[in-house]
């Protein structure tokens, strides 16, 4: 099946720095992802849709200068938290679809990021 | 909006047992619904899914879950589990229409087989 990885898997930093994370698939092309966010013994909660070529799409509450997102290939989204701070530690998660990214598509996750601010 | 709730957070179990992990959601509209499953280091991987048609959905490793649109729920089925079940299972719903790809999830229910 398809492949998404994401890099690093887990990242440590001061606050106030700013972290990149990477999320690739590996065998097909996507022209959305998506990125998640997952509390611990929480659900998975939608970040932001990520467009290839164009803005990303973000959900209500998520602030867009705090969580840039960048989709410049058809293989390749990056989600970079700004001035981290502690609040932001969380397990990050993106997916990619399989098709056009349409409502019955099968999403493929990729092993997600986990990243602790202290 | 819609919202999935998983009823259990986690659910312990014998090897060679059945199984039935609960979801229930809420929408104002048709939903499409999914199962994923994720081991542990690993993301999530897809285990079967409602698009249409029958009830009855079947996806891989042996499992099946009913969609019941009456009680809204979408539970998950294995009639014998092995050890290797043994991972963190997460339903959602997408909502159709413009919501495209996105997924809302339920909270996660950790299933342990022992031996």
């Known amino acids: 099946g398809a492949v998404v990885s994401q890099h690093p898997s887990w990242v440590i930093c001061k606050s106030g720095t700013s972290v990149k994370i990477e999320c690739r698939s590996l065998?097909?092309?996507?022209?959305?992802m998506f990125w998640y966010r997952q509390f611990p013994k929480q659900s998975l909660m939608l970040m932001a849709t990520?467009?290839?070529?164009?803005?990303?799409?973000?959900e209500q509450g998520v602030e867009k200068d705090k969580f840039l997102i960048n989709h410049a290939s058809l293989t390749l989204s990056t989600l970079t938290v700004t001035s981290a701070h502690p609040e932001d530690s969380s397990f990050y998660i993106c997916?990619?679809?399989?098709?056009?990214?349409?409502?019955?598509?099968?999403?493929?996750f990729g092993p997600g990021t986990r990243l602790t601010v202290l | 909006a819609q919202s999935v709730t998983q009823l259990d957070s986690q659910v312990p179990v014998f090897e060679e047992a059945p199984v039935e992990l609960r979801c229930n959601y809420s929408?104002?509209?048709?939903?499409?619904l999914f199962w994923y499953v994720q081991y542990p280091n690993q993301g999530l991987q897809l285990l079967l899914k409602?698009?249409?048609?029958?009830?009855l959905v079947k996806g891989i490793n042996g499992f099946e879950a009913e969609f019941n649109k009456s009680q809204t729920s979408f539970h998950l089925r294995k009639p014998s589990v092995h050890i290797s079940d043994t991972a963190e299972y997460f339903c959602?719903?997408?909502?159709?229409?413009?919501?495209?790809?996105?997924?809302?999830f339920g909270q996660g229910t950790i299933l342990t087989v022992h031996p």
């Open positions: 997916s990619a679809p399989d098709s056009s990214g349409g409502s019955t598509d099968t999403q493929y």
């Open positions: 065998d097909f092309q996507a022209t959305t």
């Open positions: 990520s467009n290839e070529g164009s803005k990303a799409t973000y």
């Open positions: 929408s104002s509209v048709s939903v499409y």
């Open positions: 409602y698009l249409s048609g029958s009830t």
């Open positions: 959602a719903l997408n909502a159709g229409g413009t919501s495209y790809g996105k997924l809302t």
